[in-house]
């Protein structure tokens, strides 16, 4: 028992280590200002998950040193339940960040976003209305469009005044940012600042987004659906993110798994097979379970 209970115990002190990117990957998620702030509830599973797999490699650390076979065999039941959360969450992030992407546009550095490149589950959560007016109130709150105003010094007067359209159009801007800050590039309104654009009179266009768009610096384009798009886009980033910890945390599980389970096979053999028992716990309490 001596030997798979050190084993055990390694293998635990490893996946109390491997719990820790975990816990940090839902930290991070919840931690970015602006975009995921808005989208609570799809941090929790990570957080959750790596707080479990912290619980359960300290529950096959104390069970291997202090040689609670009752603990272990509790150990290798949960961490079985693990696996298997992460494995789903795993299938589910890549299953529903699966379609979409931003649209490249003519004379722009930065992307926009369309909501009918999106679909699924979380396009229909994202876009649901009672759903949105609180992404978008949260939005707002946070001021997910305070980083859009870029000044720069008259060379006439020395005043501070918003970069031009030409220097605004070679930006890099987030998904929200694009979708959310200003119109849609198809509106064709004119540039005053970043948060400000003018329409231009007898102008016909048949996106919806042009007549959501207000100069009002607290609507903005939070209505319109380029600003669905970029909060989807934003989802799938950071989910694609988290999910590479997770399948490198997945695997070296089903390791660390694999190795307790044998280690624990072991020790019940060699119990079995002594049936004066060494160990003072075989004794006080034969142990009849098998996996
Ligand atoms: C653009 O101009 C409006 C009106 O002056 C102002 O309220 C807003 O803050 C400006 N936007 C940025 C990003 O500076």
Same mark, same amino acid.
């Given at each position: 028992?001596?030997?798979?209970?050190?084993? +055990?115990?390694?293998?635990?002190? +490893?996946?109390?280590?491997?719990?820790?990117?975990?816990?940090?990957?839902?930290?991070? %998620?919840?931690?970015?200002? /602006?975009?995921?702030?808005?989208?609570?509830? =799809?941090?929790?599973?990570?957080?959750?998950?790596?707080?479990?797999?912290?619980?359960?490699?300290?529950?096959?650390?104390?069970?291997?040193?202090?040689?609670?076979?009752?603990?272990?065999?509790?150990? =290798?039941?949960?961490?079985?339940?693990?696996?298997?959360? =992460?494995?789903?969450?795993?299938?589910?992030?890549?299953?529903?960040?699966?379609?979409?992407?931003?649209?490249?546009?003519?004379?722009?550095?930065?992307?926009?976003?369309?909501?009918?490149?999106?679909?699924?589950? =979380?396009?229909?959560?994202?876009?649901?209305?009672?759903?949105?007016?609180?992404?978008?109130?949260?939005?707002?709150?946070?001021?997910?469009?305070?980083?859009?105003?870029?000044?720069?010094?008259?060379?006439?007067?020395?005043?501070?005044?918003?970069?031009?359209?030409?220097?605004?159009?070679?930006? /890099?801007?987030?998904?929200?940012?694009?979708?959310?800050?200003?119109?849609?590039?198809?509106?064709?309104?004119?540039?005053? /600042?970043?948060?400000?654009? /003018?329409?231009?009179?007898?102008? +016909?266009?048949?996106?919806?987004?042009?007549?959501?768009?207000?100069?009002?610096?607290?609507?903005?384009?939070?209505?319109?659906?380029?600003?669905?798009?970029?909060?989807?886009?934003?989802?799938?980033?950071?989910?694609?993110?988290?999910?590479?910890?997770?399948?490198?945390? %997945? +695997?070296?599980?089903?390791?660390?798994?694999?190795?307790?389970?044998?280690?624990?096979?072991?020790?019940?053999?060699?119990?079995?097979?002594?049936?004066?028992?060494?160990?003072?716990?075989?004794?006080?309490?034969?142990?009849?379970?098998?996996?």
């Amino acid at each position: 028992m001596r030997g798979s209970n050190s084993l +055990i115990g390694i293998a635990n002190f +490893i996946t109390f280590l491997l719990s820790i990117p975990l816990l940090g990957g839902g930290i991070w %998620l919840s931690s970015r200002a /602006n975009s995921t702030e808005c989208l609570r509830f =799809l941090q929790w599973p990570v957080i959750i998950l790596g707080i479990s797999v912290m619980v359960i490699s300290l529950m096959g650390f104390a069970g291997s040193c202090y040689r609670l076979t009752w603990l272990l065999r509790l150990y =290798l039941f949960a961490m079985f339940f693990v696996i298997a959360a =992460l494995l789903f969450f795993v299938v589910f992030a890549f299953a529903v960040t699966d379609r979409g992407h931003g649209e490249v546009v003519m004379n722009r550095s930065f992307l926009e976003y369309q909501l009918s490149d999106y679909s699924g589950w =979380l396009k229909r959560k994202v876009s649901d209305p009672g759903y949105w007016d609180k992404i978008s109130a949260c939005l707002r709150d946070a001021h997910a469009c305070g980083g859009m105003g870029r000044y720069v010094r008259d060379p006439t007067n020395g005043v501070l005044v918003p970069e031009s359209a030409d220097l605004f159009y070679q930006r /890099n801007l987030s998904p929200i940012e694009s979708g959310c800050c200003k119109p849609p590039a198809s509106c064709g309104f004119t540039y005053m /600042n970043e948060t400000l654009w /003018n329409a231009v009179p007898g102008m +016909i266009v048949n996106d919806l987004d042009c007549t959501r768009w207000s100069n009002d610096q607290q609507a903005l384009c939070y209505q319109c659906d380029s600003c669905k798009a970029g909060v989807l886009a934003s989802i799938k980033h950071s989910w694609r993110k988290v999910s590479v910890i997770n399948i490198v945390v %997945l +695997i070296l599980l089903v390791i660390v798994y694999a190795t307790g389970f044998s280690a624990y096979r072991n020790a019940k053999r060699i119990e079995n097979d002594e049936p004066f028992g060494v160990n003072r716990m075989t004794k006080a309490r034969p142990s009849r379970f098998h996996f």
